[in-house]
């Protein structure tokens, strides 16, 4: 398979609509579509269910798209990484999620520039997804939080673990309250649980508000439209008029530094040894 041939069928695949990922690649629809053909008649098999109305994966579909952005990941990662080698200032890129594990963040940026031979940190501030940065060769270095950001292929070591709390307006009545459960949260139907997009872009089917950040959700639940279960470091950021309630039953939260396996960055291992020291 050529690269074009990855880039067109990732493109299609993401946007289950020729038009949309002709338009998203600056091309004409015919080529597209006469490229997707031929692919699949060189494999073998069928990637798309094409209708009148729709476009839909098959399973051999599902498959090429999780190999697809793999590949161009790494092309992309490989071409970031060979331009940043021939560059005289070293640097790292650690990439996370807007608003998440400040505190930590910031000890561990103080620390880590307190090193001997330490190099500029560049910050790469994500609205969701972290990980990926870290695949299409965005960041070096990325602080994750499982169960929410998934390390799959990527090599890690845990920091901290905490509880989450359920962030509510102030005047609600849940609160005052010293602590909830899961299902207390979960069965407020005048402040549904807040939607985050997934790994494609698409949000989950639900009557919660769309989140993309922090600050949009919280100022959200100011205003008495959503809420939800976050990890309980947010506490730093909560803005006024919000309130922190310990969920019982939540799930713990575990934060890690992530990296890629095939990284052989001195100045890499250094960050992971003092965030681990941390």
């Known amino acids: ?37 031929q692919l699949e008649q060189r494999l073998g098999v069928l990637l798309l269910k094409r209708t009148s109305r729709k476009v839909t994966l098959t399973e051999a579909g599902s498959v090429l798209l999780a190999e697809g952005r793999a590949i161009l990941g790494a092309l992309a990662a490989a071409e970031r990484r060979t331009q940043h080698a021939a560059t005289s ?7 996370a999620k807007a608003g998440a594990s400040g505190e930590l963040l910031a000890k561990l940026l103080d620390a880590y520039a307190a090193e001997p031979g330490a190099v500029a940190v560049d910050l790469l501030l994500c609205e969701s997804q972290p990980q990926q940065t870290l695949h299409d060769g965005q960041a070096d270095v990325a602080l994750l939080h499982q169960p929410f950001d998934s390390t799959a292929e ?54 919660g508000a769309e989140v993309r950040n922090q600050t949009q959700l919280f100022q959200l639940i100011a205003l ?36 890629p396996p095939h990284s052989r ?7 992971v040894r003092v965030a681990t020291r941390l």
């Open 1 to 37: 398979m050529e690269t074009r041939e990855m880039r067109y069928f990732v493109a299609v695949a993401e946007e289950l609509h020729f038009g949309r990922a002709a338009q998203r690649l600056g091309i004409a629809q015919p080529p597209l579509s006469r490229t997707i053909t």
């Open 89 to 95: 200032r070293p640097s790292l890129v650690l990439a």
């Open 154 to 207: 990527l090599d890690t070591e845990i920091l901290n673990t905490e509880g989450q709390v359920a962030i509510l307006p102030a005047s609600h009545p849940l609160a005052g309250r010293s602590h909830v459960r899961t299902a207390d949260v979960s069965s407020l139907s005048n402040l549904p649980l807040a939607r985050w997009p997934g790994p494609g872009g698409a949000y989950p089917e639900g009557p």
């Open 224 to 259: 008495g439209r959503t809420t939800v279960v976050m990890p309980e470091s947010c506490r730093v950021n909560l803005l006024e008029g919000l309130a922190a309630v310990p969920v019982l039953d939540a799930p713990t939260v575990t934060t890690v530094i992530a990296w």
């Open 265 to 271: 960055s001195r100045a890499l291992a250094d960050l």
